[in-house]
């Protein structure tokens, strides 16, 4: 069965220090991997996608950069987080028309 | 831009109360999904609609698809405690990258 991790589970960051956000996903090969960004009680909103390795679309301008590396390996990067990068951030990947969630990661920017 | 607005944006009721959250689009979608959040965690799939009319039931809960594919509702009959929780639609495009769009989410909160 597939499996998607995320790590760390929260992360407290001062504002101007990086940010790396890792995301892996267990059981399936060559999958469509996706970043979102959730405001407390509210619906997602889609930061980046990935159809294949080296392969990003943004959806949004933002301080926000990703990467994929492997196949099933997605990565969420800053170089200088601002106040209002904090949110629950999801990774999530496809199978046909459905996606599937990690257990997300908590950032606050201090 | 596809949108999915989401009614009500809150909802408090009693245990066993019946209630229904639509979801609604002026766009159309391939498929329409319903998925469940607890706090702190990711959303949880509870139903995936591609028949533009199309019902399904999980249970205590309904969900239709809109004739015209832009539009859903979940209905839940004798709500229970455990029914609380974050609902949130997506509608899913077929072309560029199986993309979601998210609905604006339901806040659901049963009490006894």
């Known amino acids: 069965s597939q499996t998607i991790h995320q790590w760390p589970a929260t992360l407290v960051q001062p504002v101007g220090s990086p940010l790396s956000l890792e995301c892996t996903v267990e059981g399936t090969s060559n999958p469509n991997l996706y970043w979102y960004r959730q405001a407390a009680g509210r619906g997602l909103q889609l930061l980046f996608y990935?159809?294949?390795?080296?392969?990003i679309s943004s959806e949004v301008p933002q301080n926000l950069s990703a990467s994929r590396p492997q196949d099933r390996q997605f990565i969420l990067s800053s170089k200088k987080l601002l106040l209002s990068d904090s949110g629950f951030y999801l990774c999530?990947?496809?199978?046909?028309?459905?996606?599937?969630f990690g257990p997300g990661t908590r950032l606050l920017v201090l | 831009t596809q949108l999915l607005e989401q009614s009500p944006q809150f909802l408090s009721i009693q245990e066993g109360e019946n209630l229904t959250v639509y979801c609604n689009s002026s766009?159309?979608?391939?498929?329409l999904q319903w998925y469940r959040q607890e706090p702190g965690e990711g959303p949880v799939l509870l139903v995936t609609?591609?028949?533009?009319?199309e019902v399904k039931k999980l249970k205590r809960l309904t969900f239709q698809f809109g004739d015209a594919r832009k539009d859903s509702s979940l209905h839940i009959t004798a709500a229970q405690p455990g029914d609380t929780g974050l609902y949130l639609c997506?509608?899913?495009?077929?072309?560029?990258?199986?993309?979601?769009?998210f609905g604006t989410g339901t806040q659901l909160k049963v009490e006894l």
């Open positions: 766009s159309v979608f391939s498929s």
């Open positions: 990935s159809v294949g390795i080296g392969q």
């Open positions: 997506a509608g899913g495009v077929r072309r560029g990258g199986n993309k979601l769009t």
């Open positions: 999530a990947w496809t199978a046909q028309e459905t996606q599937y």
């Open positions: 609609v591609v028949t533009g009319g």
